[in-house]
T-cell receptor
Framework: AQTVTQSQPEMSVQEAETVTLSCTYD???????LFWYKQPPSRQMILVIR??????QNATENRFSVNFQKAAKSFSLKISDSQLGDTAMYFC?????????????FGQGTRLTINP | NAGVTQTPKFQVLKTGQSMTLQCAQD?????MSWYRQDPGMGLRLIHY???????DQGEVPNGYNVSRSTTEDFPLRLLSAAPSQTSVYFC?????????????FGEGSWLTVV
């Protein structure tokens, strides 16, 4: 079974700083997807960024980028020029590439606070 | 476009009561699923459906039933509520089972069992 671990329960940075959230996972699959979801106080689950394991290039979405290290099974999220609106819980999630249902496996989450 | 709609948003149940959480999507998505989120944890998959008439169990299915009679609706039934089922429940949908399809989440349903 796949597992996802986020070792930082909470993080706090000043506005405009850069912050990196860590995520490691365990799987025997070769092809899979990795995601970062943001959950603000409203509890809505918002997709931040996604990485396909067979792509070597790290995904980027505006101020958000990932450092995907497949051999190390590491998938960190970097937020540049952080904004107050980035304050939220962030979840790392894994999904197998093949076969049947889309089953997301989530980490425990990291609570990120951006201070003014 | 409403997306994924869950009702009710808040519910308090007594132990032993039954209830149904409703989920509807208007995007003609084949795939629908239910997750629960407990304090300090990520979401865990309860049940899922890859199309009308087809359902299967996820990681934590005990105490829950589902059915999928239409493409649009995927209700989650709590048969005999227990305090351990106090959680936030999320319904999700996507275009199909291909893993590249984006998963859309509803806004969540807060359930308290006393």
């Amino acid at each position: 079974a796949q597992t996802v671990t986020q070792s930082q329960p909470e993080m706090s940075v000043q506005e405009a700083e850069t912050v990196t959230l860590s995520c490691t996972y365990d799987t025997s699959e070769n092809n899979y997807y990795l995601f970062w979801y943001k959950q603000p106080p409203s509890r809505q689950m918002i997709l931040v960024i996604r990485q396909e394991a067979y792509k070597q290039q790290n995904a980027t979405e505006n101020r958000f980028s990932v450092n995907f290290q497949k051999a190390a099974k590491s998938f960190s999220l970097k937020i540049s020029d952080s904004q107050l609106g980035d304050t939220a819980m962030y979840f790392c999630a894994f999904m197998k590439h093949r076969g049947g249902a889309q089953k997301l496996v989530f980490g425990q989450g990291t609570r990120l606070t951006i201070n003014p | 476009n409403a997306g994924v709609t869950q009702t009710p948003k808040f519910q308090v149940l007594k132990t032993g009561q039954s209830m149904t959480l409703q989920c509807a999507q208007d995007m003609n998505h084949e795939y629908m699923s239910w997750y629960r989120q407990d304090p300090g944890m990520g979401l865990r998959l309860i049940h899922y459906s890859v199309g009308a008439g087809i359902t299967d169990q996820g990681e934590v299915p005990n105490g829950y039933n589902v059915s999928r009679s239409t493409t649009e609706d995927f209700p989650l039934r709590l048969l005999s509520a227990a305090p351990s089922q106090t959680s936030v429940y999320f319904c999700a949908s996507s275009l199909g089972v291909y893993s590249g399809n984006t998963i859309y989440f509803g806004e969540g349903s807060w359930l308290t069992v006393v």
